[in-house]
């Protein structure tokens, strides 16, 4: 049984840094990639950023390229998101997936998911 658990999260002032982390297990992730979506009150799941665990490519959201890095632990199997520069758009709850595909950018190709953590960015 795959189990993401989300930490990280937290209140921050715009302008700030925040690091997700999100600790893997279950099974072996090489092949895999790994995601970082985000959804704000009323609005739709989102991606934000995904890497391959084998290899180590990334890929990002428009929204957050630039400020945003995705990174992995092969040996802890945990991925990161450092986000920096942070602005009250970004205020969402962050979740953490995992696909079976080498690359995925859209919920629909995630199979598992942690339960979430709340990033709050103050103006």
């Known amino acids: 049984q795959v189990q993401l658990v989300e930490s990280g999260g937290g209140l921050v002032q715009a302008g700030g840094s925040l690091r997700l982390s999100c600790a893997a297990s279950?099974?072996?992730?090489?092949?895999?990639?790994m995601g970082w979506f985000r959804q704000a009150p009323g609005k739709e799941r989102e991606f934000v950023a995904a890497i391959r665990w084998s290899g180590g490519s990334t890929y990002y959201a428009d929204s957050v390229k630039g400020r945003f890095t995705i990174s992995r632990d092969n040996a802890k199997n945990t991925v990161y998101l450092q986000m920096n520069s942070l602005k009250p758009e970004d205020t969402a709850v962050y979740y953490c997936?995992?696909?079976?595909?080498?690359?995925?950018?859209?919920?629909?190709?995630?199979?598992?998911w942690g339960q979430g953590t709340q990033v709050t960015v103050s103006s």
């Open positions: 279950g099974r072996t992730f090489s092949g895999y990639s």
């Open positions: 997936a995992v696909s079976h595909l080498f690359v995925a950018v859209t919920t629909s190709k995630y199979d598992y």
